[in-house]
Protein backbone atom coordinates (compact mmCIF):
# COMPACT_ATOMS: atom_id res chain seq x y z
CA UNK A 1 0.00 0.00 0.00
CA UNK A 2 1.81 3.23 -0.89
CA UNK A 3 0.48 6.42 1.35
CA UNK A 4 0.49 9.62 -0.67
CA UNK A 5 1.33 12.38 1.36
CA UNK A 6 -1.60 15.04 2.38
CA UNK A 7 -0.13 18.32 0.81
CA UNK A 8 -0.32 16.45 -2.72
CA UNK A 9 -3.98 16.18 -3.80
CA UNK A 10 -5.08 14.75 -6.66
CA UNK A 11 -6.96 17.25 -8.82
CA UNK A 12 -10.15 15.73 -10.86
CA UNK A 13 -10.06 17.20 -14.27
CA UNK A 14 -12.97 19.97 -14.78
CA UNK A 15 -14.07 19.75 -18.64
CA UNK A 16 -14.32 23.53 -19.56
CA UNK A 17 -16.91 23.89 -22.01
CA UNK A 18 -16.52 26.23 -24.60
CA UNK A 19 -19.22 28.89 -23.09
CA UNK A 20 -18.77 32.59 -23.65
CA UNK A 21 -21.51 35.56 -23.63
CA UNK A 22 -21.30 39.10 -25.39
CA UNK A 23 -18.80 41.85 -25.15
CA UNK A 24 -19.66 45.48 -24.48
CA UNK A 25 -18.50 46.00 -27.85
CA UNK A 26 -20.52 43.13 -29.65
CA UNK A 27 -23.70 44.38 -27.21
CA UNK A 28 -23.35 48.13 -28.19
CA UNK A 29 -22.84 47.06 -31.89
CA UNK A 30 -26.24 44.90 -31.93
CA UNK A 31 -28.25 47.72 -30.18
CA UNK A 32 -27.03 50.41 -32.49
CA UNK A 33 -28.32 48.40 -35.35
CA UNK A 34 -31.99 47.99 -33.31
CA UNK A 35 -32.02 51.32 -33.02
CA UNK A 36 -31.15 52.39 -36.79
CA UNK A 37 -33.67 49.62 -37.60
CA UNK A 38 -36.30 50.93 -34.83
CA UNK A 39 -35.69 54.95 -36.42
CA UNK A 40 -36.66 54.02 -40.01
CA UNK A 41 -39.79 51.55 -39.03
CA UNK A 42 -41.11 53.81 -36.13
CA UNK A 43 -42.81 56.41 -38.83
CA UNK A 44 -44.08 53.04 -40.76
CA UNK A 45 -45.77 52.09 -37.87
CA UNK A 46 -47.37 54.98 -36.75
CA UNK A 47 -49.05 55.51 -40.26
CA UNK A 48 -50.59 52.03 -39.77
CA UNK A 49 -52.03 52.89 -36.63
CA UNK A 50 -53.39 56.54 -37.98
CA UNK A 51 -54.83 54.85 -41.16
CA UNK A 52 -56.62 51.73 -38.80
CA UNK A 53 -57.89 54.89 -36.51
CA UNK A 54 -59.57 57.07 -39.97
CA UNK A 55 -60.35 53.52 -41.07
CA UNK A 56 -62.20 52.52 -37.67
CA UNK A 57 -63.83 55.98 -37.82
CA UNK A 58 -65.00 56.20 -41.38
CA UNK A 59 -66.53 53.20 -41.19
CA UNK A 60 -68.28 54.35 -37.86
CA UNK A 61 -70.19 56.88 -39.34
CA UNK A 62 -70.67 54.94 -42.78
CA UNK A 63 -72.49 52.06 -40.37
CA UNK A 64 -74.38 55.42 -38.67
CA UNK A 65 -75.75 56.47 -42.18
CA UNK A 66 -76.73 52.60 -43.10
CA UNK A 67 -78.95 52.50 -39.56
CA UNK A 68 -80.26 55.73 -39.91
CA UNK A 69 -81.22 55.12 -43.81
CA UNK A 70 -82.53 51.48 -42.63
CA UNK A 71 -84.49 52.70 -39.26
CA UNK A 72 -86.18 54.73 -41.77
CA UNK A 73 -87.58 52.25 -43.92
CA UNK A 74 -88.57 49.93 -41.38
CA UNK A 75 -90.48 52.72 -38.62
CA UNK A 76 -92.08 54.70 -41.95
CA UNK A 77 -91.14 57.72 -41.05
CA UNK A 78 -87.99 60.29 -41.23
CA UNK A 79 -85.07 59.72 -39.18
CA UNK A 80 -82.16 62.54 -38.84
CA UNK A 81 -78.38 62.07 -38.05
CA UNK A 82 -76.73 65.24 -36.57
CA UNK A 83 -74.15 66.68 -35.02
CA UNK A 84 -73.88 65.88 -31.10
CA UNK A 85 -74.04 68.70 -28.78
CA UNK A 86 -74.46 67.04 -25.21
CA UNK A 87 -78.02 65.55 -26.48
CA UNK A 88 -78.72 67.70 -29.13
CA UNK A 89 -78.38 68.72 -32.56
CA UNK A 90 -75.40 70.92 -32.53
CA UNK A 91 -75.28 74.21 -34.79
CA UNK A 92 -71.88 74.08 -36.13
CA UNK A 93 -71.09 71.16 -39.17
CA UNK A 94 -68.30 69.30 -36.99
CA UNK A 95 -69.03 66.29 -36.86
CA UNK A 96 -66.38 65.05 -34.80
CA UNK A 97 -67.61 65.81 -31.10
CA UNK A 98 -69.93 62.74 -32.18
CA UNK A 99 -73.54 62.34 -33.91
CA UNK A 100 -76.99 60.93 -32.79
CA UNK A 101 -79.51 59.63 -34.39
CA UNK A 102 -83.49 60.20 -33.90
CA UNK A 103 -87.01 59.78 -35.02
CA UNK A 104 -88.34 63.03 -36.44
CA UNK A 105 -91.81 63.08 -35.52
CA UNK A 106 -92.65 66.44 -36.67
CA UNK A 107 -90.19 66.75 -39.70
CA UNK A 108 -89.02 69.74 -38.40
CA UNK A 109 -85.47 68.17 -38.07
CA UNK A 110 -84.67 69.75 -34.58
CA UNK A 111 -84.48 67.33 -31.83
CA UNK A 112 -87.65 67.81 -29.83
CA UNK A 113 -87.89 66.49 -25.86
CA UNK A 114 -90.64 63.97 -27.15
CA UNK A 115 -88.79 62.69 -30.09
CA UNK A 116 -86.88 59.39 -30.02
CA UNK A 117 -83.03 59.11 -29.87
CA UNK A 118 -81.88 55.76 -31.57
CA UNK A 119 -78.43 56.57 -31.15
CA UNK A 120 -75.79 58.36 -29.97
CA UNK A 121 -72.05 57.99 -30.99
CA UNK A 122 -69.26 59.49 -29.04
CA UNK A 123 -66.96 62.04 -29.62
CA UNK A 124 -64.11 61.18 -32.14
CA UNK A 125 -60.06 61.83 -30.77
CA UNK A 126 -57.09 62.99 -33.25
CA UNK A 127 -59.78 62.83 -36.32
CA UNK A 128 -61.27 66.04 -37.34
CA UNK A 129 -64.85 65.45 -39.20
CA UNK A 130 -66.29 68.23 -41.39
CA UNK A 131 -69.46 67.83 -43.75
CA UNK A 132 -69.02 69.65 -47.25
CA UNK A 133 -71.84 72.29 -47.81
CA UNK A 134 -71.84 72.38 -44.04
CA UNK A 135 -74.20 70.10 -43.41
CA UNK A 136 -75.54 70.04 -40.05
CA UNK A 137 -78.52 67.37 -40.25
CA UNK A 138 -78.56 64.30 -42.84
CA UNK A 139 -82.53 63.12 -43.37
CA UNK A 140 -83.57 59.82 -44.41
CA UNK A 141 -87.00 59.60 -45.48
CA UNK A 142 -89.28 56.44 -45.16
CA UNK A 143 -88.48 55.59 -48.45
CA UNK A 144 -84.21 55.48 -47.60
CA UNK A 145 -83.81 58.71 -49.78
CA UNK A 146 -81.99 61.77 -48.05
CA UNK A 147 -82.85 64.12 -50.64
CA UNK A 148 -81.18 67.66 -50.17
CA UNK A 149 -79.03 66.03 -47.81
CA UNK A 150 -75.91 64.48 -50.40
CA UNK A 151 -72.39 66.14 -49.11
CA UNK A 152 -69.19 64.91 -48.20
CA UNK A 153 -68.46 63.82 -45.02
CA UNK A 154 -63.98 64.79 -44.89
CA UNK A 155 -61.88 62.74 -41.95
CA UNK A 156 -58.45 64.57 -41.25
CA UNK A 157 -55.98 63.73 -38.67
CA UNK A 158 -52.68 65.44 -37.81
CA UNK A 159 -50.99 64.29 -41.37
CA UNK A 160 -53.24 66.83 -43.36
CA UNK A 161 -55.08 66.37 -46.91
CA UNK A 162 -52.80 64.31 -48.51
CA UNK A 163 -53.87 61.17 -46.12
CA UNK A 164 -57.80 63.06 -45.82
CA UNK A 165 -60.39 60.89 -47.01
CA UNK A 166 -64.31 61.09 -47.25
CA UNK A 167 -67.78 59.39 -46.88
CA UNK A 168 -69.78 60.60 -50.06
CA UNK A 169 -73.97 60.83 -49.43
CA UNK A 170 -76.09 60.63 -52.56
CA UNK A 171 -79.43 61.96 -52.55
CA UNK A 172 -80.40 58.34 -52.41
CA UNK A 173 -78.99 57.74 -49.41
CA UNK A 174 -76.17 55.77 -50.81
CA UNK A 175 -72.59 56.27 -49.38
CA UNK A 176 -69.56 55.68 -50.84
CA UNK A 177 -65.82 56.20 -49.30
CA UNK A 178 -63.79 58.00 -51.40
CA UNK A 179 -59.99 59.27 -51.05
CA UNK A 180 -59.81 61.55 -53.62
CA UNK A 181 -62.01 63.75 -54.78
CA UNK A 182 -63.86 63.34 -58.37
CA UNK A 183 -61.78 65.68 -60.10
CA UNK A 184 -58.62 63.74 -58.53
CA UNK A 185 -57.52 66.45 -56.17
CA UNK A 186 -56.82 65.60 -52.42
CA UNK A 187 -59.45 66.35 -49.72
CA UNK A 188 -59.34 69.50 -47.96
CA UNK A 189 -58.95 69.89 -44.53
CA UNK A 190 -60.27 73.27 -42.78
CA UNK A 191 -58.27 74.24 -39.93
Known amino acids: MI ?4 NHRLSLPIPHHDCRGFTLIELVIVLAIFSI ?22 NTMATSFNYAKSEAIKRHHNTVICPNDN ?19 NFNRELE ?13 NIKITSSRYRKRVVFRSKGYSYGSNASFIFCDQRGSTNARAIVLSNTGRTRIADKQSDGKDWQCQG
Not at 3 to 6: A, H, M, Q, Y
Not at 113 to 125: D, P
Open 3 to 6: ILPT
Open 113 to 125: QEEEVIYVEAAKK
Open 87 to 105: GSCARQSHWHNGWLIFIDE
Open 37 to 58: LFHFAAPTFQNIVADSRMTTQI
